[in-house]
């Protein structure tokens, strides 16, 4: 059994290392499995909201003739959220804590995502798409922050894949939804508006789930609440909850005293090397790599639909497509434990890249299906890892501001998507919209190879020095 008592009268920075290597070092138990079904199912509505926004605009423009700005700004509304979610909530994350900060993402998200599923038009329909996505926006930087902290080292990179592969059953379950739903209604109900609904009601059922796990002890012990840093490890190591103690242990609907935001030191710790270049560097990386992640993933119904498929053919290719999804995020979990993550990523680019030219040019059905699957199972295997990785690499008392700030920059990108790539697919066809996705997969790999350190299989502390 490990022990956790701590040395007689260490400063708080020793405290805080006692507990990260603790952390580290523990078997993992019930309560880390119980968080990664936690954060995984509360991460499948963060994955179906993204998805959503293709079939969405698909249906629209070929049903009900929406286009031009409007299918544009439908398009980008809900990244646009996101962006302002994922800087917002980073930030309170570091100052409410994971748990607290969860809880609110979801209420938010499942509000606005009912308001959109009644909106009477298309112009409240994009103002409430935008409004759940800042709930959305906040969940990965959350949820990476929240496993990186609390996931022993040796199995932090698998685990983690797990909670990743359980998000991304949400892309084939749309998939296969949105070609049942289309052109039908349910009770009235036009389908697209029950997609919404759906998504809005999934995620107050994971409310109950995420309410029972102890909240991170390395952003406990941060902040400075020892006491309870020690009562959530002793449940991360026996498996069970902590327990109330005095004022240290509360209820969520009480009166919680909020502890301190990052310090100004500790915010300055991200302007100093190597947090500033690691700031820099995942920064430029996310303003590249939604080109080739959710360029295919949210354009795919389009760019089949511009080749001459009707409506039906499109959305039945990409949801046999969209299985490639979990089915990557499967294949990750062994690689996450055998290779050094940085390499990993740069692989899976070029991997991505030359699928994309593939699905782009081919002209027989099943290699459409094929080439689509493998760039979905490619994509989600290079997205497990830098979800993994970009949590490693910065310390505990800032790790959600710092990924939050950073992954924000892929939503603003995310955003503009729609503004940059179907112009080109309009104009030029599917094979230059793939090229623009290949010079922009191009950069991710230039920026990452110098700067980024290696994370596999050591402790975060190793990773982070003070």
Request: aromatic share 12%; proline share 5%.
């Amino acid at each position: 059994m490990t022990t956790m008592t701590p040395t007689a009268h260490p400063d708080r920075d020793s405290q805080q290392r006692q507990i990260g290597r603790l952390l580290d070092n523990l078997p993992v138990g019930p309560v880390h499995r119980r968080a990664v079904i936690a954060i995984g199912l509360g991460l499948f509505f963060e994955v179906y909201e993204i998805f959503l926004s293709s079939t969405i605009a698909a249906t629209l423009k070929t049903h009900y003739g929406l286009g031009g700005t409007a299918l544009q700004l439908l398009l980008a509304s809900s990244f646009l959220g996101m962006f302002v979610g994922a800087i917002a909530f980073g930030r309170i994350a570091d100052r409410i804590g994971r748990r607290r900060a969860f809880l609110l993402t979801l209420v938010w998200f499942s509000a606005w995502s009912v308001i959109a599923a009644f909106a009477p038009n298309a112009w409240l329909l994009v103002a409430a798409r935008f409004m759940a996505g800042i709930g959305v926006g906040a969940e990965y930087p959350i949820a990476d922050s929240y496993l990186a902290d609390v996931l022993p080292k040796a199995h932090r990179g698998r685990m983690a894949a797990w909670a990743y592969t359980c998000s991304f059953l949400a892309v084939p379950v749309l998939g296969f939804l949105s070609l049942w739903l289309s052109g039908r209604s349910i009770f009235g109900v036009d389908g697209w508006r029950v997609l919404l609904v759906f998504g809005a009601i999934g995620a107050l059922f994971i409310i109950v789930l995420r309410r029972s796990l102890p909240e991170s002890p390395r952003w406990l012990a941060s902040a400075g609440r020892m006491d309870e840093a020690r009562a959530a490890l002793r449940a991360f190591a026996a498996g069970t909850d902590p327990a109330p103690t005095g004022s240290a242990g509360r209820d969520d609907t009480g009166d919680v005293a909020v502890p301190p935001a990052p310090t100004a030191s500790a915010l300055e710790r991200l302007r100093r090397s190597p947090y500033r270049q690691r700031l820099i560097m995942l920064g430029v990386f996310h303003l590249f790599q939604p080109f080739g992640y959710y360029g295919f993933g949210t354009l795919a119904v389009l760019v089949l639909v511009s080749r001459g498929y009707d409506i039906t053919s499109s959305l039945l290719f990409t949801a046999v497509s969209f299985i490639g999804y979990p089915l990557g995020s499967l294949i990750s979990i062994p690689l996450l434990k055998r290779f050094e993550r940085k390499y990993l990523i740069m692989v899976m680019v070029v991997v991505m890249a030359v699928c994309g030219v593939l699905f782009a040019t081919a002209t027989v059905h099943v290699l459409i299906v094929v080439y689509g699957l493998l760039i979905t199972a490619s994509s989600n295997v290079f997205s497990n890892i830098y979800h993994v990785y970009q949590a490693e690499i910065f310390p505990s008392d800032v790790r959600a501001t710092a990924v939050g700030w950073t992954y924000s920059v892929s939503r603003l990108s995310s955003a503009a998507l729609p503004f940059i790539l179907i112009p080109v697919l309009d104009h030029y066809g599917a094979t230059a919209m793939f090229a623009v996705v290949l010079l922009a997969l191009a950069a991710t790999i230039a920026v990452i190879a110098p700067i980024g350190p290696r994370t596999t299989g050591k402790s975060l502390d190793d990773i982070n020095p003070t």
